[in-house]
């Protein structure tokens, strides 16, 4: 095959990918290690506003760090959990965002998580932070 040949035929399969969500590739999911989330205070500021690109950076993502809201932080846990009543309404909105994607759906699913879960989706440059409660 000549050099022509095979750069159409990559640019074709990058199409056919580009085209057919079902044969892009799937996010690996990861747990995070307790303690390791973003800070506290940083955390806050990401979950106070409700941002609906945030469903379509978890869909896009490259990989997803799974953080349970019981264990991601070791300082300022009291804090943390303040936030969930907090800021109750941005995470309403996400979560109804997630249950009009079902792409997004699929992709929890699959990985056993629950939109109900869901409490905040912080994407860092295609590697998402999701946390879960």
């Known amino acids: 095959m000549n050099k022509l040949s095979s750069l159409s035929v990559v640019a074709l399969i990058a199409a056919l990918i580009a085209a ?14 307790p303690g390791t989330a973003m800070s506290v205070d940083d955390f806050a500021s990401q979950l106070a506003s409700f941002n609906a690109k945030d ?11 799974v953080y349970n809201y019981n264990t991601a932080w070791t300082d300022k846990a009291g ?14 909105l996400l979560r109804e965002a997630l249950n009009k994607n079902p792409a997004a759906v699929k992709l ?10 869901v409490v905040d989706i912080i994407d860092v440059g295609g590697n998402v ?3 879960i409660q």
Request: aromatic share 4%; proline share 4%.
């Open 79 to 92: 804090k943390a959990v303040d936030l969930l009543t907090e800021d109750s309404q941005s995470i309403g």
């Open 55 to 65: 469903v379509t950076d978890l869909v896009g993502a490259k990989s997803v760090t």
């Open 129 to 131: 932070q999701l946390y």
């Open 108 to 117: 929890l699913a699959d990985n056993k998580i629950k939109v109900n879960q």
């Open 20 to 33: 057919n969500p079902v044969l892009a590739a799937v996010p690996k999911f990861t747990n995070g290690a």
